[in-house]
Nanobody, 113 residues
Framework: VQLVESGGGLVQPGGSLRLSCAAS????????VSWYRQAPGKEREWVAR????????NYADSVKGRFTISRDNAKNTVYLQMNNLKPDDTAVYYC???????WGKGTLVTVSS
């Protein structure tokens, strides 16, 4: 089982990034997927969740209206489109499959001028 995040990097405030989470080793299309993040010195926090078929999506209040979670089950991949990024969005972003509790190793997003 593998979850591999990518797409992180350095971006200026107001900018955009799209994160990807590529899954392998299990029946990806059968599970909901969440994104979490952990900022330096802070606890890990939940960011967004998408159901197995992509019908329902939920977001933390801190990212609602700016982030969009989506998935392509044919590619075994979940995405997190992040717009209007703020310095407070700086964190390591992790992909999670809640049922079996699979985690990726994360990708770092830094929002700074």
């Amino acid at each position: 089982v593998q979850l591999v995040e990518s797409g992180g990097g350095l971006v200026q405030p107001g900018g955009s990034l799209r994160l990807s989470c590529a899954a392998s080793g299990f029946t990806f299309s059968g599970y909901a997927v969440s994104w979490y993040r952990q900022a330096p010195g802070k606890e890990r926090e939940w960011v967004a969740r998408i159901t197995s078929a992509g019908v329902f999506r939920n977001y933390a209040d801190s990212v609602k209206g700016r982030f969009t979670i989506s998935r392509d089950n044919a590619k075994n991949t979940v995405y997190l489109q992040m717009n209007n990024l703020k310095p407070d969005d700086t964190a390591v972003y992790y992909c999670n499959v809640p049922g079996p509790d699979y985690w990726g190793k994360g990708t770092l997003v830094t929002v700074s001028s």
